[in-house]
């Protein structure tokens, strides 16, 4: 809001609060009249929307969290008795342990990728938003500055809940390293089994099964964007022709 303020300041022309709200929130003044109490409600609604959209990222980042450090527990209580005979129970109930890991894994992916998919629409809608207004037709020196600014933002805040997103399948296929370098005088039927469960089970949280989030999901992304650009310069180029 600060923003559009200055920016009103800024094109010389006098600030009119009605002007303001109209501007910024059309489509809710289109249906209802303006007034103190539409105004306030249209701040509120603006507020719980961005803390809603942060605590989903935030909420993803806590949980892949959680899930990517148990496995790291398992990993390197594995490195940490690497070199000690273990007996096959011991062996047993690692797997157990994996196993219960993995169950708890599935179980949180299948209430929670709902909000995994609201989170990467809402940040590539609103990513999408601003590239197009920074490759848009920006006349003065602040707006160059918010734009780049709020566009760098939303890629980091993107990247960061992908990096944390892909910890979980990153980790859970940590453990097969550490097995994969046992002595083989150690090896046994519970080690093979336990190596087939980390190569077949597939752990990663998804948004509601449609993609898994892994470092290459941003590759994906970032191609998609670089696609959305070229076809906003050539419509650019092309008004410009006209």
């Not at 047993?92 to 994996?98: F, L, M, W």
């Not at 087939?196 to 590759?219: C, E, H, P, W, Y």
């Amino acid at each position: 809001m600060a923003y559009h303020i200055l920016m009103s300041t800024i094109n010389g022309r006098q600030f009119d609060i009605e002007y303001f709200y109209l501007s910024v929130f059309p489509e809710f003044f289109s249906v209802v009249d303006f007034n103190g109490y539409t105004a306030f409600i249209a701040n509120i609604a603006t507020m719980i929307g961005h803390m809603i959209w942060s605590f989903n990222d935030l909420f993803i980042i806590v949980i892949s969290s959680a899930l990517a450090l148990r496995f790291k527990q398992i990993t390197d209580r594995l490195y940490l008795d690497q070199k000690k005979p273990n007996s096959n129970n011991y062996w047993i109930q690692i797997r157990a342990d994996y196993d219960r890991l993995v169950y708890l894994s599935k179980k949180v992916d299948k209430y929670i990728s709902s909000i995994v998919l609201l989170s990467y629409a809402a940040n590539i809608f609103f990513l999408l938003v601003q590239l197009s207004n920074v490759i848009g037709h920006l006349n003065y020196n602040i707006q160059v500055f918010y734009y780049t600014y709020s566009f760098s933002f939303l890629i980091a805040r993107l990247a960061i809940v992908s990096l944390y997103g892909a910890w979980v399948s990153e980790e859970s296929r940590e453990p097969a390293f550490c097995l994969q370098s046992l002595p083989s005088a150690t090896y046994n039927l519970e080690i093979r089994r336990l190596l087939l469960q980390i190569s077949f089970n597939d752990v990663a949280i998804t948004g509601s099964k449609m993609f898994k989030i892994s470092r290459s999901l941003l590759l994906h992304v970032a191609g998609a964007i670089v696609t959305y650009e070229l076809v906003i310069i050539q419509f650019n180029n092309a008004e410009e022709l006209q």
